[in-house]
């Protein structure tokens, strides 16, 4: 059953309605037009009586109640309710009272109209709708303007993202669910010969396939794209198209694969930081509301661990958050349990994860010309008599790679008699000094000594100890072992044996030991170890005493299986038990113990993201963590900076390049964008 998770939600819930509004009982179209009117004559309005009478009908009923309240009071009621309502709550209202293909229409028109055109609008619109939808949408268009939508978008876009939406627009996508096995593998080898086999990129040919064929069949391509390539098709975009054009393929990619996973993805990252992208609120909220808001509500639980209600509630105020609240119909409080459309995204997530070969870049590769001689020299000088010249210092140390660096500081004392690392610590100061004197250190030096400073002095460091250990693979914390030996004279084991306790300490000495299985994974034991975690899990429920069972369950299992093993475990746990493995560490673990395993999980889902989103904390809000942002630009930058830079604008819609840029200054800000390797 679950290896045939790739039905569409029609096919899989074929008769459910999956709305939050729903039709209101013992309707009455006059009465109601009455009652607006009450609500909105003589000084001010009852914004309440509206929010609670429009919200709680559908949108068939809505259009009724318009059309009676023309019969009873001789006036237009979206006219009436713009006159009384204003700001954000206006647009909510109004756009509720409109037939989907009008607000469609009108969304896309105030999208193109103006200075600028609102492309991330367009996008979300034309690649999520069925070709029913589209074919009401360009009707609606030309009677409400009396403009051709297809001539509107030729007019103000361009290149092949224009292209793309005017085959869209056709709405001629194929919808026949019997598919051709031949077909599908002869579009997933055209897909990689356009792309990753060609010089350059035949834009043609994705926009071909992916703006014609069914979805039904576009997810087997997909799937065999996998096989042949080893990678994702969205990694495949990402690398080959750039752009409007790239944004807009992505979401046909996630639109094909899960409608109601792209539009929670688009709501999250609407609230998400600073301010809110209320356009893009209210336009999914009022669009998805009758149509597939229970299983967005369900996806939104499942990868961002919140309900999409409690952060409505956290990032809005007033009638527009009761209006918008009412729409979202419920509140998804029982985190990590899972509904069918959620629980399949979760197992695809894992599967993704598990058959993709990504290869992992750094941003720093070995300097092509180098003269360890020369570089040597430019230092020297550069440290020399009066001030210091730190952009010499910048260009040389970060445009080298490690190894070449090592061979700096040989050549440095053998022609100067003196030691690079002392000349580099009198001569820089603050975080400059911290950067560069890490980067000119090797990996398992510089990775002992962050361990040895988040253990001494008062109170330790747990973050940094669980960062560093629960993501370095054997044979690099074979060698931080080394290393710490040799420069602290204690083993590392040691050192965490005394500064840590209990549960946490057995984790980290653990994987301090460096002994993980690396073999593939073994299905039958990945089964009989989730039944493990899901009896535990089941164990704890009884009794808070159960809570050591559990953590020394988790603890077997997940510091000593090979990746590919774990992320078997891990969707065999969500067969199982409907849960998922990260919700449940959250829910009955606390403290160092949970955040270890939490880290073990998304390291072995997807390490780049674990640091992303590392990344991005250190510099959001006020003040930045410059301690962890040096730390991982150090420590990434020649394993997989690459890639966590592309995780980066993919999550947080801002480049690492921008963020750094905005977030820091001077000569700090200079060395890390040259480690960050140029901006997406």
Known sequence: MWRNWKGSRKEQQVGR???????????????????LYNAMKGFGSDKEAILDLITSRNNKQRIEIGQAYKSLYGKDLITELKRELMGKFERLIVGLMRPLAYFDAKEIKDALQGIGTDEKCLIEILASRTNQQIHKLVEAYRDAYERDLEADVLGDTSGHFRKMLVVLLQGTREEDDVVSEDLVEQDAKDLLEAGELKWGTDEAQFIYILGNRSKQHLRLVFDEYMKIS???IEQSIHGELSGDFEQLMLAVVKCTRSTPEYFAERLYKAMKGLGTKDNTLIRIMVSRSEIDMLDVREVFRTKYEKSLHSMIKDDTSGEYKKALLKLCGGDDDAA???????????????????VAKVELKGTVRPAAVFNADDDAKVLRKAMKGLGTDEGAIIDVVTQRSNAQRQLILRTYKSHFGRDLMADLKSELSGSLAKL?????????????????????????DESILIEILTTRNNREIQAINEAY?????????????SDTSGHFKRILVSLALGNRDEGAEDLSQAHEDAKVVAESLKLSDVSSGDSTSLETHFLSILCTRSYPHLRRVFQEFIKMTNHDVAHTI??????????????IVRSVKDKPAFFADKLYDSMKGLGTDERTLTRIMISRSETDLLNIRRVFKEMHEKSLHHMIEKDTSGDYCKALLAVCGGDD
């Not at 013992?26 to 009652?35: R, T």
């Not at 959620?342 to 599967?351: D, G, I, K, P, S």
Request: glycine share 8%; hydrophobic share 40%; net charge negative.
């Open 17 to 35: 309605y999956r709305g939050s509004v729903k039709e209101f009982p013992n309707f009455n179209a006059s009465q109601d037009a009455e009652a």
């Open 230 to 232: 080893g990678k994702p």
């Open 336 to 354: 990590g349990e899972f509904f069918p459309e959620a629980a399949q995204v979760a197992y695809r997530m894992w599967e993704l994860s598990a």
């Open 436 to 460: 560069i004197l890490g980067l000119m250190m090797t990996p398992a030096e510089y990775d002992a000594k962050q361990l040895k400073k988040a253990m001494e002095g008062a109170g330790t």
């Open 485 to 497: 030996r040799a420069a602290y004279h204690k083993s590392l084991e040691d050192a965490l044996s």
């Open 586 to 599: 959250r829910k009955h673990m606390s403290g160092d113990v949970r955040d270890a395993f939490v880290a």
